[in-house]
């Protein structure tokens, strides 16, 4: 097992059987102190005093040596108790001494861990004897107790990276009334694991954080451990019971259904993991578990007049099916109020949980399962148990809803023992639509304007789990099992993903309703529209931006198409006069299609680009006008600054003080930029760089969904048939980025020739 390097820095100083390791763990002092002994150290200030381990050496050392000049005394009985009380004393002192230094040291050790990233970032790579994961500089600073201060947060800030610190310490309870709760469940070792004498290489830290001892070999074949360390709102051992699962996990989701909330259970993690056990497993699952409570708290007077009622479909394949009705094929549509309704769902009015669990039943038999390497009977599809409240005098509305997920097994098809097209298709299906369901869940924790439902049937008929009141707890559930490290790390990171966009989140400020999570903008009551609604309708005309994308190649770290742009949050007005300023829209580059306002601004940009590009030909090359337009001296040129007298730097006057040059007074051979050109320029510039950036996620994606499409079609007609495909959307993104490009260089050659030398 391997430690951070500090922690080893600290402490590799002796061999802890060696005598006065106890001192020498202390730090060292920079000058040598052959000078002191025992006399003078105890004339030492107390608390300055960090010598001890070097006194102790020192005088033995000397003593060695003979070197001890002192004056001989005969000891007398007198002397024993001074002696004793003196020694007494000065071992408190000294233990006194250590404590505070080793806390120094601790301090120390955490500073250099959580702040000096930089310190970090550069002993990562090299230091590859430590072995252990070194985590990104957007970590967050931390409490007290290794939480995450909301002010501290920097970026995008990963849970995973509260690290280190977390071993044996004590942590508060997280909030079990967060909008995204996000949990970890660690099945216990199955009898395959315990024959193959398998470790445990998941240990709980405590019980929000756990560890990951991943087994690795370097490549001259030396295994070694690499350590990863994560938080999350709770993590749960592998002799945790269902009943402690539930309560704080779907517990806090029943009573919110009551409150007239939407909620979302669901489980995440590779197959055999434990997810239908700890979903959907008719004894102690968490449904019903959470059917008690519903049915106990629909005995209160003030729930009389609600009922509840179930149903359960599959997604299977990117399409659904009522479980409860014969797998008929149903359609996921939205009512008049954009609620989601399953068109079609047989729904059973259930009061009590005998009853439910018959139904349950009943329909779970009907669900796609199959055999893979790892569970005999594993869940080919995402099954949605539903528990609606609805008036008992109105069949139509929903009061509140929960729904179970045990969503399909997350990892890889290879890993799946998929061999043949039907398995890997249903694999790439289950990724997609897993990534799909991530990037809602992020979108909803930052309250991002647009929430790519339509991405999957499985987040369209989820849609409502996300927007408005709605909450939503995530279970990832992992094997303990060494030969899983991978899958078991992939769960991880999918969830803490999940959860550390919770830090950009609180970023931005706490929330102002009275439960966390619910300030902005949410509340609303049931069949309000809320502008999430809204926006859900503006997305579904623009459903080529969601193209779907396979977490296993997508490679979200190089290339979030999520993040936000940096241009266009730190300039959102500049857009706007950008498209409405005459400059942009010169005579040589204005748009002739009549349409022109009624185009948004991205697709007016594209264009306006697209049409410089097309006009390329007829426009002298950037780079002949600007050095026509340059074409000066060489102490003249611009570019010169340091040759030449420079713009804004003071200069003296006759008098010789110092004066600043402005604009009326011109400098000879510096161009003359009029300021409005010059922030024109900039605008012009920055609309260059969004539509590059667009270009460039739209490649990613592009590459993504190829990838995908590769490895998971078979039949080689169809591949060439996208594969041509993919060729050809690739020429067009390509054009428009160099459109954008050329653009901006005749943008570079238009402004110089506009300017008077
Ligand atoms: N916490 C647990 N305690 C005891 N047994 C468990 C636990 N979790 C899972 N198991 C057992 O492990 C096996 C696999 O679990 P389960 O079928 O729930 O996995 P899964 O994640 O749903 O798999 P798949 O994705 O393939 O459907 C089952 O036999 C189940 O009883």
Redesign the pocket.
């Given at each position: 097992m391997s430690y951070p390097k500090s922690y080893n820095d600290t402490s590799s100083t002796a061999s802890p059987t060696s005598p006065g390791s106890f001192h020498t763990r202390l730090p060292q002092p920079q000058s040598t102190t052959t000078t002191l002994t025992a006399d003078s150290s105890s004339r030492l200030p107390g608390p300055r005093s960090r010598r001890p381990s070097v006194l102790t050496l020192t005088k033995s050392s000397a003593f060695a040596s003979g070197q001890e000049q002192r004056p001989s005394r005969t000891r007398t009985v007198s002397d024993v108790g001074r002696i004793e009380s003196s020694s007494l004393q000065r071992t408190r002192v000294l233990e006194r001494r250590a404590a505070a230094a080793a806390a120094a040291t601790a301090a120390e050790v955490r500073r250099s861990l959580l702040v000096d990233h930089e310190e970090l970032e550069t002993t990562d790579s090299s230091d590859e004897e430590k072995n252990t994961r070194r985590y990104r500089a957007s970590a967050p600073l931390l409490d007290a107790y290794g939480v995450p201060s909301a002010s501290g947060v920097k970026t995008r800030a990963s849970m995973g990276a509260l690290k280190y610190s977390t071993n044996n310490t004590v942590v508060p309870p997280s909030d079990l009334n967060q909008k995204i709760r996000v949990c970890v469940?660690k099945?216990?070792m199955?009898k395959k694991e315990m024959e193959r004498s398998e470790k445990d290489i998941a240990p709980l830290l405590n019980t929000r954080s756990i560890q990951i001892n991943e087994p690795k070999l370097k490549l001259d074949l030396t295994r070694y451990i690499e350590q990863h360390t994560f938080i999350f709102d709770d993590v749960f051992d592998?002799n945790?019971k269902n009943t402690s699962v539930y309560e704080r996990t779907a517990f806090p989701l029943v009573k919110y259904m009551f409150e007239g909330g939407r909620a979302t259970c669901f489980?995440y993690?590779?197959?055999?993991?434990?997810?239908?056990?700890?979903m959907l497993?008719p004894n102690h699952g968490l449904y019903v578990l959470a059917a008690k409570d519903i049915f106990a708290l629909l005995k209160k007077p003030e729930n009389e007049h609600l009922s509840a009622w179930i149903g359960l479909y599959e997604i299977y394949q990117g399409h659904i099916y009522d479980l409860l009705n014969e797998r008929k094929k149903i359609y996921a549509r939205e009512d008049a109020k954009r609620n989601v309704i399953i068109s079609g769902l047989r729904e059973y009015p259930i009061d009590n949980v005998g009853n439910l669990i018959q139904v349950f039943e009943f329909g779970s038999n009907e669900r796609s399962?199959g055999s893979?390497v790892?569970?005999d009977?594993?869940?080919r599809s995402h099954a949605v148990l539903q528990i609606l409240l609805k008036p008992k005098n109105n069949r139509k509305k929903i009061y509140g809803k929960l729904s179970f997920i045990?969503l399909?097994?997350s990892e890889r098809g290879a890993d799946r023992g998929e061999t043949d097209i039907k398995t890997r298709m249903e694999g790439a299906e289950i990724n997609k639509s897993l990534l799909a369901l991530k990037e809602c869940i992020r979108a909803l924790d930052q309250d991002k304007r647009h929430t790519p439902f339509r991405q999957s049937q499985l987040t369209q008929v989820l849609k409502d789990s996300f927007v408005g009141k709605s909450r939503t707890c995530m279970i990832a559930?992992i094997s303990p099992g060494g030969s899983n490290s991978e899958h078991t790390l992939n769960t991880l990171r999918y969830a803490d993903r999940v959860k550390e966009l919770k830090g950009a989140k609180n970023r931005r400020g706490p929330a102002t309703g009275g439960e966390e999570g619910e300030g902005e903008g949410e509340g609303e009551v049931e069949g309000e529209g809320d502008e999430d609604e809204e926006e859900y309708a503006e997305m579904d005309s623009n459903e080529e931006y969601y193209s779907n994308d396979d977490s296993d190649i997508l490679d979200e770290e190089t290339f979030n198409v999520e993040e936000e742009n940096i241009f266009d949050v730190d300039f959102p007005h500049e857009q706007d006069a950008l498209i409405r300023s005459s400059a942009f829209a010169s005579p040589s580059h204005k748009l002739a299609d009549s349409s022109y306002s009624s185009l948004d601004h991205q697709q007016q940009q594209h264009h306006q680009l697209h049409h410089h590009h097309q006009q390329q030909h007829n426009q002298p090359h950037t780079q002949h006008l600007l050095q026509q337009q340059f074409s000066l001296p060489s102490h003249h040129h611009p570019m010169h600054l340091g040759d030449g007298p420079s713009y804004t730097s003071p200069r003296l006057n006759q008098w010789g003080s110092t004066s600043l040059h402005t604009a009326s007074a011109p400098i000879p051979g510096i161009i003359q930029f009029d300021s409005q050109q010059m922030e024109e320029f900039v605008k012009f510039h920055r609309a260059e760089i969004r539509e590059a950036t667009d270009c460039t996620k739209r490649e990613s994606k592009l590459v993504a969904n190829i990838s995908l499409d590769l490895s998971s079609n078979q039949d080689y007609e169809g591949s060439s048939h996208q594969f041509q495909k993919y060729l050809l959307d690739l020429d067009d993104i390509l054009e428009r980025k160099m459109a954008a490009v050329e653009a901006l260089r005749d943008r570079i050659s238009e402004t110089v020739s506009q300017v008077e030398l």
């Open positions: 469940r099945r216990p199955n592998a945790s489980a993690g590779q197959t055999g993991s434990g997810k239908t056990f700890t497993d399962t893979t790892a569970n009977s594993s869940s045990d399909a097994g559930t």
